[in-house]
């Protein structure tokens, strides 16, 4: 906005040695790829955070973490920081079809899209140990509902927003049946 009211005070001048159409390209082009690199910057970040997470607990005591992606590169990264941080003997890289079936945890992190969360929502619960929680990020807010519709009668849930993005917290019930608020 600021770049467009920029250009509306240049002079006349200006204007007759650059072309309009031109300039206002130059300017939509430039903020759509800041707008672009911001969004998905979010998302990367919070990855790196959950990784980062990942390995405090293992720092701090925690028998075992699984990172759980389908992109082999991130894989690879992600056994090559735990490798970094000494944990790589706790720390399992995993594609999710080689998860083991009866695996649950007392915490799962997801950060993947408002769509893949919530065609996951039964796997996702059912990793979830009774008593244990789900995080849910890389949301944006409007979707907040749509997403907990389709995990409200598993966990009960608290709302994190920040700058239009939502980090959804869920403790299970035992049996995991009715929601209750955390």
Same mark, same amino acid.
Request: aromatic share 6%; net charge positive.
């Given at each position: 906005?600021?770049?467009f ?5 240049? %002079? ?15 300017? #939509?082009?430039?903020?759509e790829?800041?707008?672009?690199l ?15 997470l990942?390995i /405090? ?10 990172g759980?992606d ?5 894989l ?6 735990? /490798?970094?941080?000494?944990?790589a ?6 594609d %999710?079809?080689?998860?083991?079936? #009866?695996?649950a945890?007392?915490l799962?992190? /997801? ?8 065609a ?23 979707? @907040?509902e749509?997403i907990r519709?389709?995990? +409200?009668h598993f966990?009960?849930? +608290? @709302?994190? #927003? ?14 995991? #049946? ?5």
């Amino acid at each position: 906005e600021r770049l467009f009211d920029r250009l509306q005070r240049l %002079p006349v001048p200006f204007f007759d040695r650059q072309a309009v159409g031109r300039l206002v390209t130059r300017v #939509t082009s430039d903020v759509e790829v800041l707008n672009d690199l911001f969004s998905s910057g979010v998302v990367a970040v919070l990855s790196d955070v959950f990784m980062l997470l990942a390995i /405090a607990a293992l720092k701090l005591g925690a028998r075992a973490a699984f990172g759980i992606d389908n992109d082999p590169r991130a894989l690879g990264a992600s056994r090559a920081n735990a /490798a970094r941080n000494g944990v790589a003997d706790r720390y399992q890289a995993l594609d %999710p079809r080689a998860l083991p079936a #009866t695996l649950a945890a007392e915490l799962v992190l /997801a950060n993947i899209l408002a769509q893949t969360l919530i065609a996951l929502a039964p796997e996702l619960t059912r990793r979830v140990s009774d008593g244990g929680q789900l995080l849910l990020a890389g949301i944006l807010e409007h979707q @907040v509902e749509e997403i907990r519709r389709h995990y +409200t009668h598993f966990c009960s849930w +608290t @709302v994190e #927003t920040h700058t239009g993005w939502a980090l959804l917290i869920g403790r299970k019930r035992a049996g995991g #049946t009715e929601a209750r608020h955390v």
